[in-house]
């Protein structure tokens, strides 16, 4: 079946360091989105990426879409405390979208 | 505009009990969605609606899992009788597009399922 490995699987940062994170899969994606989870509410929507090779930001936030379609990573610059949260990776492929386990990001003022 | 409503937000029930979900999605929606996730790791599909209509209930474990989206607006999710490994937090979800499409979807709180 289809892997998805979503590394780290949680990070500690001090506050205005940068975080990077990434997914890779075993199956071509034709989308990767990034989500933002935070304690007892449901994921948001932080980036989405349609064409491989593709490279968006987002405010603080960056993510690349892989030349292979295989991967994503995220990168996140100058870390706050409100950065603090869970991050999946969801690539998604005629409305077949998986969820990776997860980055857990501790942010230490 | 209102987000994706659920509720209850947290229900602890015994095994063999049942138990039920209500989801309201954004208004105009026609996409909806629901999804478990156990904790540790990310969301898992159960079953999309369009409108009323199923589209994907691939992952929803039909001997003890059922839901419905009467007139294509709130939906209920089922589970009857609850196990232990049913122990997770119930995602619902809403995007403004048909099936198949890449709209974005917006996430309800969940509801805490804690089965004893």
């Known amino acids: 079946g289809q892997q998805l490995n979503q590394s780290p699987q949680s990070m500690f940062i001090q506050e205005g360091e940068d975080v990077s994170m990434n997914c890779t899969s075993s199956?071509?994606?034709?989308?990767w989105l990034w989500y933002k989870q935070d304690p007892g509410e449901g994921p948001v929507l932080l980036i989405a990426?349609?064409?491989?090779?593709e490279l968006t930001s987002n405010g603080r936030l960056t993510a690349q879409f892989g030349i292979t379609r295989k991967d994503s990573f995220l990168n996140i610059s100058a870390s706050i405390p409100s950065d603090v949260g869970i991050y999946f990776c969801?690539?998604?492929?005629?409305?077949?979208?998986?969820f990776g386990a997860g980055t857990r990001l501790t942010v230490k003022p | 505009e209102a987000g994706v409503a659920q509720s209850p937000r947290y229900k602890i029930i015994e095994k063999r009990q049942s138990v039920a979900f209500w989801c309201n999605p954004i208004?105009?929606?026609?996409?909806l969605y629901w999804y478990q996730q156990i904790l540790g790791q990310g969301p898992k599909l159960l079953i999309q609606?369009?409108?009323?209509?199923?589209?994907?209930d691939s992952q929803l474990p039909k001997d003890r899992f059922s839901a419905e989206r009467l007139k294509g607006v709130d939906s209920t999710l089922k589970i009857q009788p609850a196990k232990l490994e049913d122990s997770a937090v119930y995602l619902c979800?809403?995007?403004?597009?048909?099936?198949?499409?890449?709209?974005?979807?917006?996430f309800g709180p969940g509801t805490r399922l804690t089965v004893l």
């Open positions: 199956s071509i994606f034709n989308t």
């Open positions: 208004s105009g929606h026609a996409t």
């Open positions: 969801a690539p998604y492929n005629n409305n077949d979208m998986r």
């Open positions: 609606f369009q409108n009323n209509g199923v589209v994907d």
């Open positions: 979800a809403s995007s403004l597009g048909l099936a198949f499409s890449t709209d974005t979807q917006y």
């Open positions: 990426l349609y064409k491989a090779g």
